[in-house]
């Protein structure tokens, strides 16, 4: 069975400074990656996915993630953060073609002035 | 374009009552459904899913029961709460077929009294 990790549960940050949220992912077969973000109370709005083409993709609010296939993993960057960008940042994967989320366990992103 | 509505937001609910969440889609048909719950401070669960009208797999054993009435509605029902029950729960759906995103609503506050 697949599984998703996240690392680090916290990640305090400086208003402007760059930050990378790290996701590693175990699995044998064919991958499709995704990270959330999640402000309190709510649900879950997509970054940014990982279907297939570039390794390279780019989301919203100026997030971006590169799929290393050898390290399995998915981290997401941004290279200046905003206090807007406090919140809980989840990694998925979905593996073999099938239609079910694995979620990692989160990162709380805390930008601070 | 596509929307997802859940409701009620918040429900503050005695042990041993029933529970009713309702989640519906619009904009696009055969969607894939899914419930998942969120304990605090933890990731997500994955509760049931459906592909299509009066097909549902649940995930894990547990004192819930989902059903799709209709092609983009999706309700999540317990006859007698428990404590355990309370949490975040979130309901999302995917286009048919394999290896899309998902797309959350913005989730139900569940507190057991």
């Known amino acids: 069975a697949q599984s998703v990790t996240q690392l680090d549960s916290q990640v305090p940050v400086f208003e402007e400074a760059p930050v990378e949220l790290r996701c590693n992912y175990s699995?044998?077969?064919?991958?499709?990656l995704f990270w959330y973000v999640q402000y309190p109370n709510q649900g879950l709005q997509l970054l940014l996915k990982?279907?297939?083409?570039?390794?390279l993709v780019k989301g919203i609010n100026g997030f971006e993630a590169e799929f290393n296939k050898s390290q399995t993993s998915f981290h997401l960057r941004k290279p200046s953060v905003h206090i807007s960008d406090t919140a809980e940042y989840f990694c998925?994967?979905?593996?073999?073609?099938?239609?079910?989320?694995?979620f990692g366990t989160g990162t709380q992103l805390k930008v601070e002035l | 374009s596509q929307t997802i509505h859940q409701w009620p937001a918040t429900l503050v609910q005695p042990v041993g009552s029933p529970l009713s969440l309702e989640c519906t889609v619009e904009?696009?048909?055969?969607?894939?459904l899914y419930w998942y719950r969120q304990a605090a401070g933890r990731g997500l669960q994955l509760l049931f899913y459906?592909?299509?009208?009066?097909?549902i797999s649940s995930e894990v054993p547990q004192n819930l029961s989902a059903s799709r009435p209709q092609d983009r509605q999706f309700i999540l029902s317990s006859k007698k709460l428990l404590l355990s029950d309370s949490g975040f729960y979130l309901c999302?759906?995917?286009?048919?077929?394999?290896?899309?995103?998902?797309?959350f609503g913005d989730g139900t506050r569940l507190s057991i009294l």
């Open positions: 999302a759906w995917s286009a048919g077929g394999q290896g899309g995103p998902q797309h």
């Open positions: 699995s044998s077969v064919s991958v499709y």
């Open positions: 990982y279907l297939s083409g570039s390794t």
């Open positions: 998925a994967v979905i593996t073999g073609g099938g239609n079910k989320l694995t």
């Open positions: 904009g696009t048909s055969n969607p894939n």
């Open positions: 459906s592909v299509g009208i009066g097909q």
